[in-house]
T-cell receptor, first 114, second 111 residues
């Protein structure tokens, strides 16, 4: 069974540019989560989809971040315009059920904003 | 105050040693508790869930004390391959799946 995949693995962009990150969850997993780790800090929750619906987006830092999951399959996270403080590793995770169940993480996208 | 606090370490131990990690969490309504392992520049992977009754998986033992809001992980007979960062993770009070991470404790096992 294929795991969670993320694209790209690395992205270097200039401040003010736009970047779109993609996550493909494990097939059949209705729950999809985005997390972020900025340097020196703990991994922080961004948002949670159940199928195509946003269940919880309390962790989204501001309106420069837009997440979508059209059709309930893969998800994209767009940052527009990117700022220096957006640099970090963006992880996607998926799970079959909500709650006390293992979340499987993708390898992450390392974003550097210069 | 951070929601999940861990001693960042690093813990440097010889092979075969027993090492213990501790973690405290601030939300008394948290419902689920985990230890994740993260290797350098890799994704977090679930090591084990933690239950009030305590649970053991081979050389690894996890304990939860809800009254003290304290979680522990004990690793016996450390192997070189145990070198990694260990993340203490809890869910929020609503148990919607949102994971709250500690900053992680780094373990380096030396020959």
């Amino acid at each position: 069974e294929a795991g969670v995949t993320q694209f790209p693995s690395h992205s270097v962009i200039e401040k003010g540019q736009t970047v779109t990150l993609r996550c493909d969850p494990i097939s059949g997993h209705d729950n999809l989560y985005w997390y972020r780790r900025v340097m020196g800090k703990e991994i922080k929750f961004l948002l949670h989809f159940v199928k195509e619906s946003k269940q919880d987006e309390s962790g989204m830092p501001n309106n420069r971040f837009l997440a979508e999951r059209t059709g309930g399959t893969y998800s994209t996270l767009k940052v527009q315009p990117a700022e220096l403080e957006d640099s970090g590793v963006y992880f996607c995770a998926s799970s079959q059920w909500t709650g006390r169940i293992e979340q499987y993480f993708g390898p992450g996208t390392r974003l550097t904003v210069t | 105050r951070k929601e999940v606090e861990q001693d960042p370490g690093p813990f440097n131990v010889p092979e075969g040693a027993t090492v213990a990690f501790n973690c405290t969490y601030s939300n008394s309504a948290s419902q689920s508790f985990f230890w994740y392992r993260q290797d350098c520049r890799k994704e977090p992977k679930l090591l084990m869930s933690v239950y009030s009754s305590g649970n053991e998986d081979g050389r690894f033992t996890a304990q939860l004390n809800r009254a003290s809001q304290y979680i522990s992980l004990l690793i016996r007979d450390s192997k070189l391959s145990d070198s990694a960062t260990y993340l203490c993770v809890v869910t929020g009070s609503s148990n919607t799946g949102k994971l709250i991470f500690g900053q992680g404790t780094t373990l380096q096992v030396k020959p």
